[in-house]
């Protein structure tokens, strides 16, 4: 800003503490309630944080936005077409977190094909008096059949991670990845031959009109009944009320879930009453080491945006 002044952005609060620092002397922070009421010229950065949604009428309310940064890969609450009509670059925050978010889809694996939470509360619980070689008998993880949905940056650290477990990776994606079915001997599957053979399914695709309730009670009924699910994609991508019903009706066996729909589920919904759901509240990238990268790479996209300049990371498509 030529006369002093700090540049104003619109931001999704409460902020991180490390971007706060980030930003601390370099932007004037104004609550997301500007981007919602009324319309504000002076603002020229939107910081996305969340998922509140970002269409066209609210960057119409925003006429001096230069960019829209978000804190994090996943963009389905950006309203992509709009932001390219107005020539508003989008940046977010891909690669540096695939390590956090496959390590996450892992553990959720694990924990869920190995009851491990549910462990947990019977370690803790009064009915633990003795050790009973009878309870709580998960299913084999080392040797199983792992299907992974969206064989992207992060789902190729998902197949990454299997090798060591000694298991056979199926993929399915829109386009085929010779390049890492090389690399990684993981197979290419048609989506319904992905769900019947796998022992693990882990959804790993961005939320888009073609992925919105990919998982619905067809694709269940399509899994083994042994098979468990892990989500960690984005809630939408599931039929909440048929993951409940498959996973009551013993349909399929298990799921690890990082994000529901909605999110958070309201607190008496009865997914969270069963026993066979593991559910983390999106975690996916919650490392210390990762959010600092994250939180970064978001400023400085935010910052080249404000001045003009190329983002390190843009959006080019859909
Ligand atoms: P990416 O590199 O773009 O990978 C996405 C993969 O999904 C691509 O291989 C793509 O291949 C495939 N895909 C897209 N549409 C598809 C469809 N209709 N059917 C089948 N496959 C499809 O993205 P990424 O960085 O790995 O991230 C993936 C998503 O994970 C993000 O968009 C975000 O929503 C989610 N995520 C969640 C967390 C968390 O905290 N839980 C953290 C990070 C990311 P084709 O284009 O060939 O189909």
Redesign the pocket.
Known sequence: MTDGSLPRIVADTPLDEVVLELLDGRVEIVPWSVALEGSDSSVTGLYTYGHLPVDGPMMDRLPGLKVISNY?????HIHLPDARERNIPVGNT??I??G??AD?AFTLLLAAGRRLVEGDRYARGPEFTHYDPGYILGREIHGSVLGI????????QVAQRAQGFEMRVLY??????PDIEAELGVQYAE?ETLLAESDYVVL?????D??RG?IDAAALAKMKPTATLVN???GPVVDTQALYEALRDGVIYAAGL??TDPEPLPRDHPLLGLENVTIAP?????TIETRQKMAEMSVANLMAGLAGDELLNRIEGP
């Open positions: 994090g890969v996943g963009v389905d891909p690669g977190l695939n956090a978010t996450m949905i969206g064989m992207g940056r992060i789902g190729t399915h994606n829109r386009t085929r990845r989506f790993m695709v961005p939320l888009t073609e992925t990919l960690i994609a984005r990082d994000v999106h975690l996916g990238s919650a």
